[in-house]
């Protein structure tokens, strides 16, 4: 057993350790801070507001009755969940959007689909931790 003393310095030694590296790896993170336009977070508003997290995810976050929809806009396209976002179909219900509030949606879908890659299959790590998109 080592004596208190060099535990002690073990343990300080570690903490430097620990927050250097995380220092490091928060300095470094692969995602950008969305910065959105007015637009954006009036879509965002109107997301919140209609709960569609209730059924699709951001990242994996939220109901699993729709498909997470972190990376629709560029998967389907704009003019796709422009369209579907004007008829909705018998799983997903028709809210009756305005043209306006179709363009903040689609809008904040698009920032959110810049923010990264979603699915995590295709990821591949580093050796200090961070992950490549
Ligand atoms: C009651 C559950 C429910 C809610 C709430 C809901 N959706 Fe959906 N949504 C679905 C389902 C289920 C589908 C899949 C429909 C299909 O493929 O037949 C879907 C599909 C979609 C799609 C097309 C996805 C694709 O690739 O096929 C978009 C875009 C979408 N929803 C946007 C929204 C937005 C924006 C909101 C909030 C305003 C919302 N949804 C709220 C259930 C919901």
Same mark, same amino acid.
């Not at 028709?94 to 305005?98: E, G, L």
């Not at 990264?116 to 299959?121: A, F, I």
């Given at each position: 057993m080592l004596p208190d003393k060099q535990k002690f310095i073990v343990f300080i030694v570690l903490c430097i350790v620990f927050l250097s590296y995380s220092g490091f790896l928060y300095s470094h993170l692969p995602v950008s801070n969305p910065n959105f336009s007015i637009t954006e977070a009036k879509g965002k508003t109107l997301w919140q507001k209609h709960n569609c997290t209730a059924c699709h995810q951001i990242y994996g976050l939220g109901g699993y009755l729709g498909p997470d929809l972190t990376n629709e806009y560029s998967l389907k396209g704009s003019d796709f969940i422009h369209i579907f976002l004007q008829t909705g179909n018998t799983t997903m219900p028709?809210?009756?959007? @305005?043209e306006t509030e179709i363009q903040e949606l689609n809008a904040y879908l698009k920032s959110v689909d810049l923010s990264?890659? @979603?699915?995590?299959?295709k990821f591949s790590i580093n050796t200090n931790g961070t992950i490549n998109q």
């Open positions: 028709n809210y009756h959007f @305005s990264g890659k @979603s699915d995590p299959r």
